[in-house]
């Protein structure tokens, strides 16, 4: 019997929901800035994406598009200026830069109260210590997902492939902090199929299409799929491409209980998960209460 699709578009929808009322309910607009710079097809999909949903739930937006050639110090005076700005609640820098522009210097730039994206030193250093802070958004989006299938995740066995600092790092610790048992899992690990046979909840964030077969997958599990791929599609005609997964979708929902799609799972959670951290960061900044919408998430 086939499992569960996780709807992440529609889980998406009651979080911006959410967000919308919280914003309803504050003394003034939250601000969320984006930058943008060079001219990458799928960033500037995600941008645009992002600046339509933050004007759909009653934010201000601030889009800053910058060419490929833009200097190191012109962006990080930008994001200076940004994060001197008293009414600018939140900062995104759209990744990837540039190569000739260091990710981390930039980051680092960012006033950590403004640090929507939960990826500087400081925001990594409150998860790891367990202090409140903004985390990051699709780690946190991950989480939800995983609850809606089973909200108490205490004791859950959680193996998340991938190690990275976006997603696997602080997505095993964001488990963690819901007691679960937590199994970080990546490409040296030895008998990596073992491993994730025995996750209840899997989580793969590792970058390569359709990586984990139905054979890594405990029967009745919980997959959380976070790749985005963009493979060959000859079945569409010659030169068409379509987006794929981590995992192979068609083979693991025979065997999970539930698994998000790609696309249409964990991306949409990504975004609405990035409003509500502004309207957080607006709070916290501006000595506001949390609305109820989101004081309890």
Same mark, same amino acid.
């Given at each position: 019997m086939s499992g569960r699709i996780i709807d992440g578009k529609a889980i998406a929808a009651g979080v911006r929901a959410d967000v919308a009322a919280a914003? $309803?309910?504050? !003394?003034?607009? !939250?601000?969320?800035?984006?930058?943008? =710079?060079?001219?990458?097809p799928a960033s500037h999909v995600y941008v645009a994406s992002k600046v339509k949903t933050t004007n759909e739930?009653?934010?201000?937006?601030?889009?800053?598009?910058? !060419?490929?050639?833009?200097?190191?110090?012109?962006?990080?005076?930008?994001?200076?200026a940004l994060s001197a700005d008293p009414e600018v609640d939140g900062i995104l820098v759209q990744l990837p830069l540039p190569k000739h522009i260091s990710e981390p210097a930039v980051l680092a730039a %960012?006033?950590?109260?403004?640090?929507?994206?939960?990826?500087?030193?400081?925001?990594?250093?409150?998860? =790891?210590?367990?202090?409140?802070?903004l985390r990051p958004c699709t780690p946190v989006g991950c989480v939800i997902l995983a609850k809606t299938e089973r909200p108490d995740l205490a004791g859950a066995n959680v193996v998340? @492939? *991938?190690?990275? @600092?976006?997603? *696997?790092?602080?997505?095993?610790?964001?488990?963690?902090?819901? $007691?679960?048992?937590?199994? %970080?899992?990546?490409?040296?690990?030895?008998d990596l199929k073992m491993v994730c046979r025995g996750a209840d909840i899997l989580v793969a964030?590792? *970058?390569?299409p359709e990586m984990v077969r139905s054979d890594w997958i405990r029967p009745g599990a919980i997959v959380i799929d976070v790749g985005t791929n963009r493979v060959p599609a000859p079945e569409k005609g010659?030169?068409?491409?379509?987006?794929?997964?981590?995992?192979?979708?068609?083979?693991? @929902?025979?065997?999970?209980?539930? %698994?998000t799609p790609s696309p249409g799972g964990v991306g949409p959670m990504t975004i609405a998960c990035l409003l509500?951290?502004?309207?957080?960061?607006a709070c916290a900044r501006r000595g506001w209460t949390v609305p109820t919408a989101l004081a309890a998430g």
């Open positions: 914003v $309803n309910a504050l !003394p003034a607009q !939250p601000t969320l800035a984006v930058v943008l =710079v060079g001219d990458d739930v009653g934010m201000r937006s601030v889009e800053i598009r910058l !060419p490929a050639e833009t200097t190191q110090d012109d962006l990080l005076a930008r994001v200076a %960012i006033d950590p109260l403004k640090d929507v994206d939960g990826l500087t030193e400081a925001s990594a250093g409150k998860l =790891v210590l367990g202090k409140p802070g998340v @492939i *991938g190690r990275s @600092i976006l997603v *696997g790092k602080p997505a095993a610790l964001l488990f963690l902090e819901q $007691n679960a048992t937590v199994t %970080i899992a990546h490409s040296k690990t030895r964030a590792v *970058g390569r010659e030169g068409k491409t379509k987006l794929v997964g981590d995992v192979h979708f068609a083979e693991a @929902i025979e065997v999970a209980a539930a %698994i509500r951290n502004t309207v957080l960061a």
